[in-house]
C-alpha cells in the first residue's frame, strides 16, 4: 500500500484503460485494508469512527485530499460512518489512479 501512496493521481483521461482481472485484482492486493470492488468498476471502504464529528472531520480530510489530488469519490456520512466510493468517470470503471487516492485516503 505505501508504494501506492507515493504515487500521484492521473485523472481524467479516456484514452486510459479499464483494469479488469488480473491486473486488477494485483492493485487490489497490493491496496488491502478492507477495500472491496464491486462490479470490477468501484472501490469501496466504510470507515468507521466513534461519534459523528470524527466521522465528519474524516470525510473533510478526504475532500481536501479530493483536490490536492484532482480525484473526487463519492462520500457518504452518517453518524459513526462514513463510506468512500471511488472509480474514474471518464470510463465508468478502474484505474491505478484509484487505487493510489485510496491508499492515500488510508493514511489519512
Known sequence: ???LAKKECITGRPDVPRLVGEPLEALKNQLGNGWDVVD???LIKP???PD???ALAFVNR????????NHHPNLQLR???AVVEIWTRTI???TESDFVFA???ELL
Open 1 to 3: 500500500m505505501e508504494e
Open 40 to 42: 470490477e468498476r468501484r
Open 47 to 49: 470507515f468507521s469512527f
Open 52 to 54: 459523528f464529528a470524527s
Open 62 to 69: 478526504v475532500g481536501e485530499l479530493a483536490e490536492q489530488q
Open 79 to 81: 453518524w459513526g460512518e
Open 92 to 94: 465508468d470503471g478502474l
Open 103 to 105: 491508499a492515500k485516503t
